[in-house]
Every structure is written in C-alpha cells, then in structure tokens.
C-alpha cells in the first residue's frame, strides 16, 4: 500500500470515529469568550505568539479608545480618538488597543516568514497604504504609504515559496503585484484579464476577494466569480483554464462563497508531489446584491463544488450542503475536516444586504464515504449571536474555532435590524467530548525550527487508550488572514510518517515525522504542528519552518 493510500484510510477511519464523536457530544457547543473587544472584528489574524489581531475600519467612533488616550489626525484630516485595531489573548482575554490611522476597509494580508503581519489596501486614502504588525509586547502598527502601486480595495492576498507575497485584484484592479517592495521586479504591476473577463458588470463585479490557493507546484490557482485560472506568476503566464462551475451561483464578493484547499497529504517520496483539491461553497445568484438593495432577498445556494487543480482534465463533483448559506467561513480543523461557519441564508454580503442568519455551523469530512444514506456534511450546535457581513472565524493554537465581528451596517450601530457585533466567542468542534482523551505532544527533536526534508522525531502523550493505539497521523496548519468569508493562507498538511508510532513506556509514544520537501508544498514561516489520534488532535505546536 503507497504512503498516500495509507494516509487516506486512516482519514477515512477518522472520519468515520468522528462522526460517532460528534452524535455524543451533541455536535459541539459554545462559549462567549469576551461580551466587548471594543471593536467589531471585521479582519483576523492568528500570531505566533498566539494572540490575534482584529480590525474594523476606520469610520466613527470605536468602542475602545486609542492607547493613552491620544487621539490622532487621520489621513483624511479628521481627529479621531478610537482605536480600531487590537490585540486580543484569547487565553487571558486581556485587550490591547493598537493604532492605525488609515481606511483598513475590505483589505487584505498575510504572515511574512519571520511572523511580521503584512496588511495591504483598503478604502479611500488607505488603498495604497501597506502597514506591518511585529509581534511583540509593545508593538504597534506602522502604516507605509504608497506601498502599493495601485489601489487595493476588496483584494486577496497569497504567501508565496519565496516568502513574498502576492496581491491579486480589487475594485476595478485587473492586475497583480508583489509586496514587500525589496526588488526592481516588485515594482512592476501585471495585468491579468481574467478579472475583467469575470467581472459580471462593472456595478456588480462579483469577482471581488479572488479565491487563492498555491499548488504544490508553486503556481497560484485563481478563482473569480464562477471559474478558475492556473496562474505562473514567476513567468506571468496563465497556463492552464478550469471548467466553469456548474449551477449558475456566482462565489465571490458580494454573491461571497468561501473556499478551502483540502488537505495535501504528503509522501515520503520527496519526487511525489500530493494531489490538490480546491472546495468551494456557498454563494447567490449574480444579481442577487442589486436586489436585495432593492428589498428582494435571494435564498442562497447549498451548493459546493469540489476540483482536483493539478489533474490533467479536472471536472467538477457537485455536492450539496444541507442548509443555505453565503458569507459562510471555511475553516480548516487540525483534522483535515472542514467547519462552514457564520453566513446569511438570503440576500448578499454588504450593507443590510444579508436576512435569516444561519446560526447552525456545518461539519464536512471530505473522506468521509457517501451513499445513498449518508452525507459528509453534519450540522452542528447553533451559536445565539448572528454572524452576518463583516464577521470573522479564526482556528486557534487549542483547536476551538474563534468567532468574531458582524457589522452590517455603514458604522457602528447597536439599535439596527443586525446589530454592530463586538463580541467574540469560541466554537468547540466534537473532539472536544468529555468521554475521549485528546494527546499531548510532549517534545519536538532536535526543535521547532525545522528545515525542508528534515526528518524530525516528535514525542506525545495519551492518558487513555486501548490495547491497540489506533490511527496517528501529524498535521501542520498555516494560520489565515480572514476577512469577507475567505481564510487567505490557510493550509493544512498531512505530513508523512517513518513508521507507526512506537511506545515508550505505557502512555508516552513517539513517531518520525518527515517536514515537507519544498517551499510549494508549505511556504516558509510559522505553521501549528498537532498530532491526531482516532480523529482527536492535540493542542497545536508552533513550528518555524525555512
């Protein structure tokens, strides 16, 4: 049996362990973490020092004043007091207000390989402005005019192997281009008329937050509004175009689906690139915004569509989800399953464009077997605050899913149909049940600072289990830029294995893990390290990889 067969029927098993995991645990719970950041987190990002960074924009008065007080003049001449930014420890909940003074609205960013958050774009005199986060105790944002060449507003963001990172689209922006700016070459904007081509009309784009995902090859697979391009972004060239997806939904921003790459499950074969499955869903009908800003609200799609992008003639599988939903997140659980999350059931993202939250997050298990009785997807436990435009998920270092943000409104309103939404809380997916014992890695040999091809040896600990151990296998997840219903960077990696795992003594076990090969398969920087046993993963390492 090859690597990746043996990896798939442990999956396959898992699944199966999960799915009885969550019919006794009621399908999850939940948890309000924070009644008030004091700000609606309409951006996330997860650091290495485990803390997150949220931010709105800035448009009025926040909930939650500037540091010491101060109040600044913004690029747009006015005085302004409040923070819209913050760093939040989800362990202590501890708050720290953090200061931008440029228009953040609908940007986007990414991790640099040394943990520094890169956020470009957004609104007005903002779209231009590229702003760095270091993670430390007393940082703060430092805002960089003019570090983009175009603007930036509703644009997606991509980690690449050589640590830079690319920026795709925006309004009216049928180009890319490369951040930071260390280079000649990053100074050159590239067109790509497959944004234009898939721009339902100028009014309504529909193509807006292009969804991006690197294949284990390097090349950027790009989708907008209802297909794809394979994009070589070393030599500007498309070379390959995918299949229109079938069901006349468009996915992208305001029709707003969300997207995941599936887990690549690697081989110990250094020569073997994994299989690449892009999952898509959600979503409306293209018109469905221009109406619902006419008071007719489309019901959303239940359809998802997975491709296989390094096939040679890939064809879309068509699935259903079982209940509607648009601005739904996809977050990656260490499992390799995926939770959909948040969302409307009708209309479109933007202002009071959303009705009928879906309060209800949705469990797929993309190895999961389906017949004429099962499903891959389950529905989980609903949260009681509605999710709507602007809200936010997060998978966290613990494997809770942190939930955030929902401002429907053009500024903070607390007496509107959705209110503005400040707080945060946390999903708990079923392997969090009381009755199972979740791992422990214990100790990584020789460190966390790996390099590629390394062979590592990791150490873990299981209180229970029965004569036989089970299914073990390692995961290592990017954390995500999340904004509008799209993790940017998110990825996960099932990593290949020496052996089965042996015992040390009679709850210590400890198995040779293989990092990945080549910087397509996990660009350079910080990745959660866990180990998964019968579908229960441990607490999330952080790992460095270079």
């Not at 391009?229 to 995918?242: E, S």
């Not at 959303?300 to 739904?328: D, F, H, Q």
């Not at 052996?499 to 996990?522: G, I, M, Y």
Request: net charge positive; hydrophobic share 35%; proline share 8%.
């Amino acid at each position: 049996m090859t690597t990746k067969s043996l990896v798939c029927l442990i999956l396959v098993t898992s699944s199966l362990f999960t799915l009885a995991l969550g019919s006794q645990t009621h399908r999850g719970k939940w948890k309000l973490l924070k009644r008030s950041i004091g700000i609606s987190a309409m951006h996330m990002q997860l650091l290495p020092n485990d803390k997150i960074i949220a931010f709105d924009w800035n448009s009025g008065p926040s909930n939650i004043s500037l540091p010491g007080r101060k109040c600044v003049v913004d690029s747009e001449t006015t005085t302004d007091c409040y923070s819209h930014s913050v760093e939040f420890d989800p362990s202590s909940r501890s708050i720290r207000p953090l200061t931008i003074t440029t228009d953040t609205w609908c940007s986007s960013g990414a991790l640099l390989p040394n943990g520094i958050l890169i956020q470009s774009g957004g609104f007005r005199l903002g779209d231009r402005v590229v702003r760095s986060l270091t993670p430390c105790a007393n940082c703060d944002w430092v805002e960089k005019k003019n570090g983009l060449i175009t603007s930036r507003w509703y644009a997606s963001n991509q980690i690449l192997p050589n640590g830079k990172i690319i920026v795709v689209g925006g309004m009216n922006q049928f180009n890319y281009e490369f951040i930071p700016k260390t280079s000649t070459s990053d100074q050159t904007l590239y067109q790509l008329p497959f944004l234009e081509e898939t721009r339902y009309s100028p009014l309504i784009p529909n193509n807006l937050y292009p969804f991006l995902h690197l294949t284990p090859g390097g090349k950027l697979f790009i989708f907008a509004n209802d297909r794809a391009i394979l994009l070589d972004h070393v030599n500007n060239k498309v070379v390959k175009n995918y299949p229109v997806m079938p069901g006349g939904v468009s996915r992208n921003y305001p029709s707003t689906g969300s997207s995941v790459l599936l887990p690549l499950i690697l081989s110990s074969d250094f020569n073997n690139h994994p299989e690449a499955e892009v999952f898509i869903c959600g979503g409306t009908v293209p018109d469905s915004n221009q109406k619902a800003n006419a008071g007719v609200f489309i019901t959303a799609s239940k359809s998802c569509g997975r491709l296989v992008i390094t096939a040679n003639n890939p064809s879309w599988e068509m699935e259903e989800m079982p209940l509607n939903r648009l601005m739904g997140d996809m977050i990656l659980l260490p499992t390799g399953d995926v939770l959909i999350i948040n969302g409307a059931a009708k209309g479109s993202a933007g202002w009071y464009a959303g009705r009928e939250p879906v309060l209800n997050p949705v469990l797929y298990r993309p190895n999961a077997p389906v017949t004429a009785k099962t499903s891959r997807f389950e529905i989980m436990s609903p949260s009681k605050i509605p999710r709507l435009y602007h809200s936010t998920a997060h998978l966290l270092s613990d494997g809770r899913v942190l939930v955030g943000g929902s401002n429907p409104n053009s500024n903070y309103n607390f007496t509107a149909l959705y209110p503005t939404e400040l707080s945060v809380e946390v999903f708990y997916p079923p392997y969090f049940s009381p009755t199972v014992s979740r791992p422990l890695i214990s100790k990584i040999n020789p460190g966390t600072n790996l390099e590629y091809k390394q062979k590592f040896t990791m150490h873990f600990h299981i209180h229970q289990w029965h004569e036989e151990l089970g299914k073990i296998y390692v995961t290592m997840v990017a954390p995500s830029f999340t904004s509008h219903s799209y993790s940017m960077n998110q990825r996960l990696l099932v990593l290949a294995l020496d052996s089965e795992a042996q015992k040390v003594d009679f709850s210590n076990f400890v198995v040779d893990v293989h990092a990945p090969a080549t910087a397509t398969l996990a660009p350079p920087g910080y990745y959660q390290l866990f180990v998964v046993h019968e579908g229960v993963p441990s607490k999330g390492t952080w790992v460095h990889i270079k």
